[in-house]
T-cell receptor, first 110, second 113 residues
């Protein structure tokens, strides 16, 4: 079955603390993995994708095929990072639908 | 346009009423997806268009749901005889055709009363 699991519904941290949002997946084949973010009252937007191996807003995510994980990390959380984060996967073929996890709300307080 | 535009932003429908939700994708984007996002859930796939061709409609929950994109640009998602369980945010996303990095619209929040 194709599935994305985000085990934490809510993650609360203090400003400056490290953050790790967990994502595990199940997929037959080689998927492409993504993190999407939705800030309050804004639309869903792409944060990063594993094939680009970029660091966006200080966030990184490494695809671990052995553990089928794609955890999102940031060494020092900022208050503006507070948002809903969705892990998603798709097949490599163009036009393949995204499969989303249920999302994790990140709350960063001072 | 500069982004994916969806209208209306909010729609309240009485149970049994038909509704039509519009998506205006980024100009030139070949791929267009519709997703349904229930409260507290991640978006779930409904249907996919490549230009005007509906290549995948496996996610449509019932035959009350119908989508079209007749000229390969604007798309309409129609829900007939709405039910309370149809209440959700309906998201549209488009891309040039490459996998995954879609641009999402703001969504239409449908409430069926």
């Amino acid at each position: 079955a194709q599935r994305v699991t985000q085990p934490e519904k809510l993650l609360s941290v203090f400003k400056g603390a490290p953050v790790e949002l967990k994502c595990n997946y199940s997929y037959s084949g080689s998927p492409e993995l993504f993190w999407y973010v939705q800030y309050s009252r804004q639309r869903l937007q792409l944060l990063l994708r594993h094939i680009s191996r970029e660091s966006i807003k200080g966030f990184t995510a490494d695809l671990n095929k052995g553990e089928t994980s794609f955890h999102l990390k940031k060494p020092f959380a900022q208050e503006e990072d507070s948002a809903m984060y969705y892990c998603a996967l798709s097949g490599l073929k163009a036009g393949t639908a995204l499969i989303f996890g249920k999302g994790t709300t990140l709350s960063v307080s001072s | 346009g500069a982004g994916v535009s969806q209208s209306p932003r909010y729609k309240v429908a009485k149970r049994g009423q038909d509704v039509a939700l519009r998506c205006d994708p980024i100009s030139g984007h070949v791929s267009l997806f519709w997703y349904q996002q229930a409260l507290g859930q991640g978006p779930e796939f409904l249907t996919y268009f490549q230009n005007e061709a509906q290549l995948d409609k496996s996610g449509l929950p019932s035959d009350r749901f119908f989508a079209e994109r007749p000229e390969g640009s604007v798309s309409t998602l129609k829900i007939q005889r709405t039910q309370q369980e149809d209440s959700a945010v309906y998201l549209c996303a488009s891309s040039l055709g490459q996998g995954g990095g879609y641009t999402f619209g703001s969504g239409t929040r449908l409430t069926v009363v």
